[in-house]
Nanobody
Framework: QVQLVESGGGLVAAGGSLRLSCAAS????????MGWYRQAPGKQRELVAA???????DYEETVKGRFTISRDNAKNMVYLQMNSLKPEDTAVYYC???????????????WGQGTQVTVSS
C-alpha cells in the first residue's frame, strides 16, 4: 500500500499564499506522476497541477502563473506553491500519486485524505 499525507491547507485572504505538501510512504518501487487535484462544493474533482518523475509539469489553465508544483524524488514528496490566491480557489485539495509497486505490476493511483484551502474575499 501507498499512503499519501497532505499538509499546509488553511484560511488565507485573497491575494495571499499557501504551500501544500504531500508525503508518500509505504511499499512501492517508484512513484511516477504526482499531482494535485481539487474539489469545490457541488463541483467535480479537477486536476490542478501534475509533475512527472522527470520534472515535466502541467497546469490547469486558471492557475497558470500563480501556482507552482515541484517534487523531491529523494523524499517522495510533492509540493504546491499557491500565490495570488482567489476565492474561487477555495476547495479541498487532494494529493495524487501513480505508484509502481513492482516491475510486474501496472501503476496504480493513490490519493491523500485531502486538505481544505479557503480563500476569503
Amino acid at each position: 500500500q501507498v499512503q499519501l499525507v497532505e499538509s499546509g491547507g488553511g484560511l488565507v485572504a485573497a491575494g495571499g499564499s499557501l504551500r501544500l505538501s504531500c508525503a508518500a510512504s509505504g511499499s512501492f518501487l517508484t512513484i511516477l506522476t504526482m499531482g494535485w487535484y481539487r474539489q469545490a462544493p457541488g463541483k467535480q474533482r479537477e486536476l490542478v497541477a501534475a509533475i512527472t518523475g522527470g520534472g515535466r509539469t502541467d497546469y490547469e489553465e486558471t492557475v497558470k502563473g500563480r501556482f507552482t508544483i515541484s517534487r523531491d524524488n529523494a523524499k517522495n514528496m510533492v509540493y504546491l506553491q499557491m500565490n495570488s490566491l482567489k476565492p474561487e480557489d477555495t476547495a479541498v485539495y487532494y494529493c495524487n500519486a501513480d505508484a509502481l509497486r513492482s516491475l510486474f505490476d501496472s501503476p496504480l493511483p493513490y490519493w491523500g485524505q485531502g486538505t481544505q484551502v479557503t480563500v476569503s474575499s
